[in-house]
């Protein structure tokens, strides 16, 4: 618009301009209202976790994320180890593909061997879901071997559940039951998913 006085085509342009705009707010807006009841606090062992402020019931969405670029700041293992991150920093989502923290409270999930939510992650984001009712003030938690598939990685745990396995590795060494229980449960990473059935015997 160089004269100022804007041809139709151009008005065109600038309300969707404007209408573009409003929809990322109210976008923006929803996703930060997805996190109004979370919080980062101190736990006993585990350093800084993630907790909610009020009570979920069970199969609750307790975190709905959306983002279009979710995956876009996804580099192999190799890559993340050398800028500097840590195996407890980094989340696969692929057979060599990681996520670095994103900046946001759900960066401090903590892992626990007894979970009380599960991850279904998607390209454009992720459902944290509860997998039982969970009350006002406690803190959430996956397994992280839902979403681990690679030897170089395991981590010593100190969720302190009766059923702690002691140290995390990937999804392949977990007990067959815990494995099983997990896939029905549908929260186990699609592409853990996908190599785990190709692995399967023929019935
Ligand atoms: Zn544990």
């Known amino acids: 618009m160089v004269s100022g006085i804007p041809l139709k085509g151009e008005v065109?342009?600038?309300?969707q301009h404007f209408t573009l705009r409003r929809l990322f707010n109210e976008n923006k807006k929803a996703r930060v209202a997805q996190y109004i009841y979370l919080y980062v606090a101190p736990t006993a062992h585990?350093?800084?976790?993630?907790?909610?402020?009020?009570?979920?019931?069970?199969n609750g969405i307790?975190?709905?994320?959306?983002?279009?670029?979710?995956l876009a700041g996804a580099r192999s293992y190799a890559e993340l180890i050398a800028r500097g991150f840590t195996d407890g920093d980094i989340f696969q989502v692929g057979p060599d593909l990681f996520l670095p923290p994103y900046g946001q409270l759900d960066?401090?999930?903590?892992?626990?061997c007894e979970p009380n939510c599960g991850l279904r992650v998607y390209p454009s984001g992720f459902d944290m879901i509860a997998l039982r009712e969970i009350a006002a003030g406690e803190e959430l938690t996956y397994d992280?071997?839902?979403?681990?598939e690679n030897p170089e990685e395991t981590m010593v745990c100190r969720c302190g559940t009766g059923s702690c396995r002691g140290i995390v590795r990937s999804f392949s060494q977990l007990p067959a039951a815990v494995?099983?229980?997990y896939l029905d449960l549908g929260i186990v990473a699609k592409f853990i998913v996908e190599n785990h059935t190709h692995?399967?015997?023929?019935p």
């Open 144 to 148: 992280y071997s839902t979403h681990l």
């Open 199 to 202: 692995n399967r015997p023929c």
């Open 62 to 70: 307790v975190l709905d994320v959306q983002d279009e670029d979710y």
């Open 12 to 15: 065109m342009h600038i309300n």
């Open 107 to 112: 960066d401090f999930t903590n892992h626990s």
């Open 179 to 181: 494995r099983e229980k």
């Open 46 to 58: 585990s350093g800084l976790g993630l907790f909610t402020a009020r009570a979920v019931p069970a």
